[in-house]
């Protein structure tokens, strides 16, 4: 079964500096999908940005990019110029492509980062 | 907001008590999911369902029961309510050509 591992429970930045959350993922598959979401203190999960596994090119949207080593099975989140607003909990997730009825396709969390923002 | 809506928003049970709560969507997906949410867990799967009385259980179901008479409804029922369901309950639906979820706002139910 595929897991999702956030080693850092807990990370802090600074306003304006760069700031970049980990995840790994363990999984015998080639073609899967992996997200970052945000969740403020609003509850709402949000979605960050999404990564296909069969593409190498780094996803990025606007100050959120993430580094994607498939070998190494490594999918870390960069936020650039970090906001107050950034402050919240940051779930690393995966998915498999899956098939009708399956659960192949469900989507896995880790448990989660909580980054703090510093004015 | 994204056609998905969760109710109650919040609720305090008896443990003992039936208790269920519901999501709503408005967009006619065939996939949706309920997951819970705990401090150090994350979000864990409980059930999920994939049309019309098509469901199939998750990660950790035990406790829990689901039915989807129509598209748009998706319950989900703690048959018998204890402290360890004490949980901020997500449902989720996934899209149609997408690869992500998109969440409804959480149901917090507390079991005392």
């Known amino acids: 079964a595929q897991t999702v591992t956030q080693s850092q429970p807990e990370m802090s930045v600074q306003e304006a500096e760069t700031v970049t959350l980990s995840c790994t993922y363990d999984?015998?598959?080639?073609?899967?999908?992996l997200f970052w979401y945000k969740q403020p203190p609003s509850r709402q999960m949000i979605l960050v940005i999404r990564q296909e596994a069969y593409k190498q090119q780094n996803a990025t949207e606007n100050r959120f990019s993430v580094n994607f080593q498939k070998a190494a099975k490594s999918f870390s989140l960069k936020i650039s110029d970090s906001q107050l607003g950034d402050a919240a909990m940051y779930f690393c997730?995966?998915?498999?492509?899956?098939?009708?009825?399956?659960?192949?396709?469900?989507?896995?969390f880790g448990k989660g980062t909580k980054l703090s923002v510093k004015p | 907001d994204a056609g998905i809506t969760q109710s109650p928003r919040h609720k305090v049970t008896e443990t003992g008590t039936p208790v269920t709560l519901r999501c709503h969507q408005t967009e006619n997906h065939r996939y949706m999911y309920w997951y819970r949410q705990d401090p150090g867990h994350g979000l864990r799967l409980i059930h999920y369902?994939?049309?019309?009385?098509?469901?199939d259980k998750g990660e950790v179901s035990d406790g829990y029961s689901v039915s989807r008479s129509k598209t748009e409804d998706f319950l989900l029922t703690l048959e018998s309510a204890t402290s360890s369901q004490t949980s901020v309950y997500f449902c989720?639906?996934?899209?149609?050509?997408?690869?992500?979820?998109?969440f409804g706002s959480g149901t917090r139910l507390t079991v005392v």
């Open positions: 999984t015998s598959e080639s073609d899967y999908y």
């Open positions: 989720a639906i996934r899209r149609t050509g997408e690869d992500g979820y998109t």
């Open positions: 997730a995966y998915r498999s492509p899956g098939v009708y009825g399956g659960s192949q396709g469900n989507l896995i």
């Open positions: 369902s994939y049309g019309v009385k098509d469901t």
